[in-house]
């Protein structure tokens, strides 16, 4: 078998889909950072998900849905965005080896169970995990460019099909993603500005009275729920925040549930257009993904049976936490690009 | 969070591998630091393996005394509830507690064995086998 290997710059992420739109755009010669991608993508922020279950325990989101990103980067940069599905296994692989022959690098969705370079305790049933294939070995493996990993891995092809064509919720269904030619002039800094607002303006939830999973709303629900705990078994109450540590901190999240991906992007943004107040915004928000972190410390002791802190001090907490949000949007909305 | 304030606390659950994390440098501007994890999240991420084991060890011990299926096993084993399950296979929820059964799983087709086989990727000669111990 004929080796195949095109151009790619590995740089490992916090996060798998900014980190796969980072690694795709630098390598076909657009640098751009995995925060600037977040930030652009406007995908900052907050769901408590009670109807999608995950082991029997509700999902909490810190970020928009699979895919979002990658579209709405495409879409800002008004990059062509070629994506596909397939019904039949074998027929998405052909189309993958197809791309790569073409000199193509190739965005995949995937499990991440199936993917056998994941280290044991990191495998769980989570099915959109992004990687960027560029190349195949002479034995037939696949060379991947895993975002959230230090190094370029390798996979077979039977275990990268199946991890392509998991089912169950998010299924991949094969999705392959390739991303068109990068257009010449690509001023970003207006671009940041309407990032920042939308950001902005879904941090208050959906306007519609009675669905308070969103946000700020959303966070002052989870409070809600935490402080309810109180009636539940205590081995339920120390699963449930664990798992929302889980969620904030372990997957891929660049800590504090992507606070300071979104700190680190306005920080960027300050230096690219010299605006000194997206810099003072960097640092709240800094506070905010602090305040996050000693959440989910405290969280965390409780689960050990520490009997000093009761449910109501961690609910606090993330009170706080929703209530420095709020000041933030407020702070966002009264951004202008005119100064 | 500041550069230096980083976790490096070599959690277990990252198997050696390290993860990027953003915190502030000195000059009060972002960089990518590499962590190699934080003990509150190992804790988190320990608790929730602790409990699948645990499962796991349960289906085994009530495979062997009757109570439940192989396939109850399995479905823990590869880190799946009902619900999952029932997402990964096209039965419904009803279907697979049915076949949680001893009973009802001896007696159920090829065709539907080698459908939960092929979610687990294993033969069906596997899926009716059951280890004394994990």
């Not at chain 1, 495998?123 to 099915?127: E, I, K, L, S, T």
């Not at chain 1, 208050?204 to 946000?215: T, Y």
């Given at each position: 078998m004929s080796e195949i290997v095109n151009h790619l710059r590995h740089q490992q992420s916090s996060h798998c889909e900014t980190g796969v739109v980072s690694n795709m755009l630098s390598s076909k010669g657009f640098a751009m950072s995995e925060p600037m991608a977040f930030g652009l993508a406007s995908a900052l922020t907050f769901a408590y998900l009670p109807f999608v279950k995950m082991a029997g325990l509700p999902l909490i989101a810190y970020r928009m849905p699979p895919k979002s990103i990658i579209k709405s980067v495409a879409k800002k940069l008004n990059i062509e965005l070629m994506s596909q599905r397939f019904s039949s296994p074998p027929k998405g692989m052909q189309a993958l080896d197809k791309a790569l022959e073409e000199g193509h690098i190739v965005g995949l969705q995937t499990s991440v169970y199936w993917l056998p370079y994941f280290p044991e305790d990191m495998?769980?049933?989570?099915?959109a995990h992004n990687l960027t294939v560029y190349g195949k070995n002479q034995q037939g493996d696949y060379l991947i460019s895993d975002p959230v990993f230090e190094e370029v891995v390798t996979c077979s092809p039977e275990d990268l099909e199946r991890a392509r064509f998991a089912k169950g919720a998010l299924a991949p269904k094969g999705l392959m993603y390739i991303l068109g030619e990068i257009p010449d002039n690509i001023d970003l800094a207006p671009q940041i500005y309407k990032a920042i607002k939308k950001t902005a303006k879904m941090m208050?939830?959906?306007?519609?009275?009675?669905?308070?999973?969103?946000?700020v709303k959303g966070i002052h629900y989870l409070a809600k729920k935490i402080v309810e705990l109180e009636n539940k078994p205590s081995k339920y109450a120390r699963l449930y925040l664990g798992h929302i540590v889980r969620m904030q901190e372990e997957i891929g999240t660049g800590g504090a549930g992507f606070r300071f991906i979104f700190a680190s992007f306005l920080d960027e943004s300050s230096k690219l257009t010299g605006d000194s107040e997206l810099f003072e915004l960097s640092q709240f928000v800094t506070e905010i993904g602090d305040q996050w972190r000693s959440f989910a410390v405290q969280a965390v002791l409780f689960c050990k049976d520490r009997k000093s802190i009761s449910l109501q001090d961690i609910s606090d907490v993330l009170i706080k936490c929703a209530e420095m949000e709020k000041q933030l949007q407020s702070r966002l909305l009264s951004l202008s690009a005119f100064k | 969070m500041k550069a230096k304030q980083v976790p490096q606390d070599n959690s277990p659950s990252y198997s050696g591998h390290k993860k990027l994390l953003y915190a502030v440098e000195d000059n009060g501007h972002y960089t990518g630091i590499q962590s190699s994890g934080w003990e509150i999240e190992n804790f988190a991420t320990q608790m929730a393996v602790d409990e699948l084991k645990q499962q796991t060890i349960d289906a085994i011990e009530d495979y062997h005394s009757g109570k439940t299926s192989a396939l109850a096993y399995h479905m823990c084993k590869h880190r799946l509830d009902i619900t999952s399950l029932s997402q990964a296979t096209g039965f419904f929820q009803w279907q697979i507690r049915r076949h949680l059964v001893p009973q009802t799983f001896n007696r159920l087709s090829q065709r539907k064995l080698k459908i939960y086989a092929a979610t687990f990727s294993i033969t069906t000669e596997q899926l009716t086998r059951v280890p004394e111990k994990p």
């Open positions: 495998r769980f049933h989570f099915n208050n939830g959906i306007p519609i009275p009675g669905i308070p999973f969103f946000g | -």
